[in-house]
């Protein structure tokens, strides 16, 4: 069988573990561009889009960050099948109408996660999950006519607005990532809660998180049938 095209979107500016992830987990060919660089595709002819995590917020005054949330609101005009991993979920969200905000404190680590609607995206995922999290801000209104999908105590988790799908979460984390994340915070966070965080990457929880990996499959078989790809040529 074919595999769908895909465009992702990098915007962790150049961390190697990114496209690393997106690749084992997404079974689909990937056009791969470094948005930060303020490269984006010149077409919506695609299968379907992602756009992965960043260091950055969608509120920071920068060019590449403005190019990103217009290109993204153009897609969607396209009905073109997204989803948004962390800061991409705060990209579709801002692009979508939505609004951004800094939470005023960090949630990282391994977190429990409740399903509220199963939607397209979630099925074969238990009711209540757990993820990978490592984020300070956070979709704190979601676009007018989005359904949630997820949440936490931190808030929103995931969302859905037409064939656009966020999540907060990183189902595509492995554990030499998240613990490299979580090193990464230093200077952000005190070494104690750093180690704490650390501590938790264990082999149970990372296969408790490998549940959410399920996603990517939803995914990619929404975006087959909406595009009218492959599969659903096949059928």
């Not at 992702?8 to 990937?30: I, K, M, Q, V, W």
């Not at 217009?70 to 109408?97: F, I, K, N, R």
């Not at 990282?108 to 399903?115: D, K, M, P, Q, T």
């Amino acid at each position: 069988m074919e595999q769908p095209r895909f465009a992702l979107l990098d915007a962790s500016h150049g961390e190697p573990h990114t496209r690393r992830n997106f690749r084992r987990e997404l079974d689909a060919t990937l056009a791969e561009f470094d948005v930060t660089q303020c490269e984006l595709p010149e077409t919506f002819a695609y299968d379907g889009v992602v756009i992965t995590g960043s260091r950055a917020s969608v509120y920071w005054d920068e060019p590449w960050i403005d190019a990103l949330v217009q290109w993204t609101a153009e897609a969607a005009s396209h009905d073109l099948p997204m989803l948004g991993v962390c800061y991409g979920h705060q990209v579709l969200a801002e692009a979508l109408g939505g609004r951004v905000a800094a939470m005023g404190e960090y949630e990282i680590g391994y977190r429990e996660i409740r399903i509220v609607d199963e939607s397209d995206l979630f099925g074969g995922v238990p009711a209540s999950f757990t993820a990978f999290t490592t984020h300070s801000d956070h979709v704190s209104e979601l676009p007018p006519g989005a359904v949630l999908l997820a949440e936490n105590d931190y808030g929103v988790h995931a969302f859905r607005k037409g064939n656009a799908f966020g999540v907060q979460f990183h189902p595509e984390y492995d554990p030499q990532t998240a613990e490299s994340v979580a090193r990464g915070k230093n200077g952000e966070l005190s070494d104690d809660r750093i180690e704490a965080v650390v501590d938790g990457i264990t082999a149970d929880r990372y296969a408790a998180a490998c549940e959410t990996k399920r996603l990517f499959e939803n995914f990619v078989a929404y975006a087959r049938g909406v595009r009218g790809g492959p599969a659903a040529a096949a059928d």
